[in-house]
């Protein structure tokens, strides 16, 4: 089993930045990826970014440029990092871990960006 709990999220203003974190832990081993994906109100979840074990990203075209994905192995920490934030970034954000055919979710944390 493998526990995911992020931090990180809050309300902020358009324009501003907050950065997420995602704390792994139990039997993380031979994790390959994570991503972090997004909920908001109404809409289904969609994955924002990707990063693997050998520190290849992926990120949406909608933040291209703003968010970054980031991990730190040592900590078992994975981050996202988000600036100019916009109002269509509010969301719950997940932290998702793929372990061979496993995968895990945390509970998520909320992003709320002000006009």
């Known amino acids: 089993q493998v526990q995911l709990v992020e931090s990180g999220g809050g309300l902020v203003q358009a324009g501003g930045s907050l950065r997420l974190s995602c704390a792994a832990s139990?039997?993380?081993?031979?994790?390959?990826?994570f991503t972090w994906d997004r909920q908001a109100p109404g809409k289904k979840r969609d994955l924002v970014a990707r990063?693997?074990?050998?520190?290849?990203?992926f990120h949406v075209d909608s933040v291209k440029g703003r968010f970054t994905i980031s991990r730190d192995d040592a900590s078992n920490l994975v981050y996202l990092h988000m600036n100019n934030l916009k109002p269509e970034d509010t969301a719950v954000y997940y932290c998702?871990?793929?372990?061979?055919?496993?995968?895990?979710w945390g509970q998520g944390t909320q992003v709320t960006v002000s006009s």
């Open positions: 139990g039997s993380i081993s031979r994790i390959n990826t």
């Open positions: 998702h871990a793929i372990q061979g055919f496993r995968d895990y």
């Open positions: 990063i693997t074990s050998g520190g290849s990203t």
